[in-house]
């Protein structure tokens, strides 16, 4: 075939041992809000009872973080992170009943406007936090 080659399955490089390590933790930290207060509440619910539990974990987090986006080098409007964790890692705070792709393609924008390689986007309304609740996503270079 002579357009086999044109695609080419693209597999990021993983984030440094840092980022890592962050996301390690903050995993640690959802899964700990999940054990106590289950699924079923309202997304900001959860986005407090994370903030709670990273603090009390010694994990440096900013909430709420403005992030300019722009039109062909114009400003048109701001996005708004859920967390940033270290100044390395985006954490993204749902509570839906399934995660879709456009959840995924915020998170990519996002890291592309930053420049930052990973973010979690966590959704706290599953059974259990780690069966489909916990998605890493890489920036492609």
Not at 37 to 45: A, F, I
Not at 47 to 54: P, R, T
Not at 65 to 71: D, E, T, W
Request: glycine residues 8%; aromatic residues 8%.
């Amino acid at each position: 075939m002579p357009f086999e080659d044109e695609f080419i399955e693209y597999d990021p490089p993983e984030p440094p041992p840092e980022v890592d390590r962050w996301a390690r933790e903050v995993i640690g930290a959802a899964i700990e809000v999940h054990r106590h207060l289950g699924p079923g509440h309202l997304e900001e619910v959860y986005f407090e009872a994370l903030a709670i539990e990273m603090t009390l974990r010694g994990i440096p987090f900013a909430r709420q973080v403005p992030v300019k986006i722009s039109y062909k080098g114009q400003d048109v409007g701001k996005g708004r992170l859920d967390f940033l964790v270290a100044d390395i890692l985006i954490v993204e705070v749902k509570a839906c009943s399934a995660l879709v792709a456009i959840h995924g393609v915020q998170c990519e924008w996002y890291l592309t406007i930053t420049n930052l390689q990973l973010a979690l986007l966590l959704n706290f309304n599953v059974i259990k936090l780690k069966d489909g609740g916990i998605r890493r996503i890489i920036r492609s270079q």
